[in-house]
């Protein structure tokens, strides 16, 4: 990418920077989240959680779907957060965060398939992790929902240009990012490193962002990296990717990516990749479910009871 | 089963499988019968595992009531065998039928085949050979051979083709050779190729075009006939559904092997939907493609590399 390209693009994202108010209880509660777990206040995450309706009726919708189905409805703030974590939670808020972010603004393309794939990927990502004894599934999870950020910064950045390049990429059934760097001049790898810069992501999720298209070109190893870059492409092979077909085959166990995990993950290489795959098929309607319920246009702040 | 019957019914069953494909012992007899076919029940597709197993345990009377008496049926090792074969068939039942698999043939349209060109447009042999090895009564190889002739109106335009059908038995192959169907086998079938590739023959069913059965070469094969299937050289595409299931790990891996060694390099397996060849052959490369799998005889130059290492 040249130096002018780079600086254009950097002044975009910082425009539209300005442009979201972030929900007011987001910063106490981050904080209060980013405390060590045994010093987790409960009732103060309640409190928090319960202050912010949309919030509130976000956990509880999240909580209640299929994708995280417990066997009794929650219907309480407090047994919601119980049952999802305290990790969840705080995923469930940088989402909140994010689409808070993304209404109400100018998006080429269709919102609901950028969530979909987010929150397919981060459910794919987490079970891959658990599979092959990744030390920190939750922390997949988050990886997989941000790892397209530059996609959303995009599509709210370059609404005009945007709109054609995922047209011309569905026409073609080729990758995103290939269609990107031709029609652009960069990717949303590069795009979203910029925003999670900005926003001082944690490093290990931005490099995510940066390098999930091209763990091979990391200098040291990054198995997290590796882990989103097979679950993205499980996810867009199987029904959960940028709304359409990439017609290409793809060897997983050939990829560089495969061995780098690998070598971290042994289990990895005596996983049934198949019956995997045939796992997956099930993400497909839970996903699409969660997305329905939690980014429906038409949030309604009365359904929640803030019984906590 | 007539249709009406067969669609209420299947309504009901799945409503009533959906209840109880939580019930851990289903779970187990899902895993039992991957491990002993290969065939495997995703979470989506566990109804169709909870009432196959329901309609057997109709079959077995009143001794037989719940899933775990069932799983006990399906593990007493006198009648372990033939029960999980009377099973497979339940599973199977009524799955038959043209155009089954929608993704595999998008798969050879928008990859498989425009690679295939490209690679052997170097060499000049436009010849394709196609095997559908288990053919039963003629669904497949029928699907294959009108989706390539449609293919050979464009990308396929000055190549030849031929489709083997092989089946173990007799009866099945004859009925594949008349290549008359009713309207449930024909329930995926396009308008398209309904018009173009049938002619109406009475009762409301259709029957296959002489021009498409030109194309295919029906014969009885048995899979285990090591000698056979020696013969059966210079495949591209080998297609294999819900045919394998039926065998113990031992002729699996036998069966495998003579498919592999029968493709030509890049060559491709293609397996029914659910099914898996996880500790059956690891020379196949796993492929994915959008919304399904192939397995694929690796190229030589990339086999060579394999070998090489030390």
């Known amino acids: ?308 | 089963m007539p249709v009406d019957e067969a669609r209420t019914s299947s309504l009901d069953a799945k409503a009533a499988a959906k209840d109880d494909s939580q019930d851990p012992v289903y779970l187990k007899i899902r895993d039992f019968v991957y491990q002993a076919c290969g065939i495997y029940h995703s979470e989506e597709k566990m109804y169709l595992l909870v009432s196959a197993c329901r309609r057997r345990m109709e079959m077995l009377g009143p001794s037989v009531s719940t899933g775990r008496d069932y799983f006990q049926s399906l593990s007493t090792p006198a009648k372990k065998d033939q029960e999980t074969r009377e099973l497979l068939n339940e599973i199977t039942i009524g799955e038959t039928c043209l155009f089954r698999s929608q993704p595999q043939l998008n798969a050879l349209h928008n990859v498989i085949l425009p690679e295939l060109v490209t690679e052997r447009g170097k060499i000049s042999l436009k010849k394709l050979r196609v095997w559908s090895a288990g053919c039963s009564t003629g669904e497949e190889p029928y699907t294959l051979a009108m989706f390539l002739m449609e293919e050979k109106e464009k990308l396929l335009k000055d190549w030849v083709f031929e489709v083997q059908a092989t089946d173990l038995n007799d009866r099945s192959v004859e009925i594949a050779r008349a290549g008359v169907y009713g309207d449930y086998a024909l329930r995926n079938t396009p308008d398209l190729y309904k018009r173009k590739y049938f002619t109406p023959v009475d009762g409301g069913r259709l029957k296959v075009r002489d021009e498409v059965k030109a194309r295919i070469t029906f014969s009885r094969l048995n899979l285990n006939d090591d000698t056979r299937m020696l013969f059966m050289k210079g495949m591209d595409l080998i297609f294999c559904c819900n045919v394998l299931i039926y065998f113990d790990v031992t002729s699996k891996k036998r069966v495998v092997q003579h498919f592999y060694a029968n493709l030509l390099p890049n060559g491709c397996f293609f397996l029914g939907q659910a099914e898996s060849l996880f500790q059956v052959n690891d020379q196949f490369r796993l492929v994915h493609l959008p919304g399904t799998t192939v397995y694929r005889k690796s190229a030589p130059n990339a086999a060579a590399g394999a070998e090489g290492k030390p």
Not at chain 1, 270 to 276: I, S, T
């Open chain 1, 1 to 308: 990418m040249s130096t002018t390209l780079r600086d254009g693009l950097r002044k975009r994202v910082e425009r539209l920077r300005t442009l979201p108010s972030s929900p007011a209880v987001l910063k106490p509660l981050l904080e209060l989240l980013r405390l060590p777990s045994d010093r987790i206040d409960l009732k103060r995450v309640v409190e928090l959680v319960s202050y912010d309706k949309t919030i509130a009726a976000q956990c509880l919708r999240i909580a209640n779907s299929a994708l995280y189905s417990r066997a009794q409805e929650t219907e309480s703030v407090r047994a919601a957060i119980v049952s999802l974590g305290i990790q969840r939670v705080e995923d469930i808020l940088l989402t909140c965060c994010l689409q808070k972010f993304s209404s109400g603004s100018k998006w080429a393309g269709d919102p609901g398939v950028f969530w979909r794939h987010s929150l397919g990927c981060a459910a794919v990502a987490q079970e891959l992790a658990e599979r092959i004894g990744y030390e920190n599934p939750d922390k997949a999870y988050l990886a997989g929902l941000l790892h397209d950020l530059g996609i959303l910064v995009n599509s709210l950045a370059y609404p005009d240009e945007y709109g054609g390049v995922l047209a011309t990429a569905s026409e073609k059934g080729v990758p995103l990012q290939e269609q990107e760097q031709q029609d652009l001049g960069f990717t949303h790898c590069e795009s979203g490193h910029i925003l999670a810069g900005l926003w001082k992501l944690p490093p290990a999720v931005n490099q995510v962002i940066e390098m999930h298209h091209n763990p091979a070109k990391m200098s040291e190893q990054s198995p997290l990296v590796t882990l989103v870059h097979l679950a993205d492409i499980l996810c867009r092979l199987r029904g959960l990717g940028h709304g359409y077909d990439e017609w290409r085959s793809v060897d997983l166990a050939a990829d560089p990516a495969w061995g780098r995990l690998a070598a971290t993950c042994p289990r990895l290489e005596k996983m049934d990749l198949a019956r995997f795959t045939m796992d997956l098929d099930a993400f497909v309607p839970r996903v699409q479910a969660l997305v329905e319920s939690v980014f429906s246009p038409k949030v309604e702040h009365s359904e929640v009871a803030l019984n906590h």
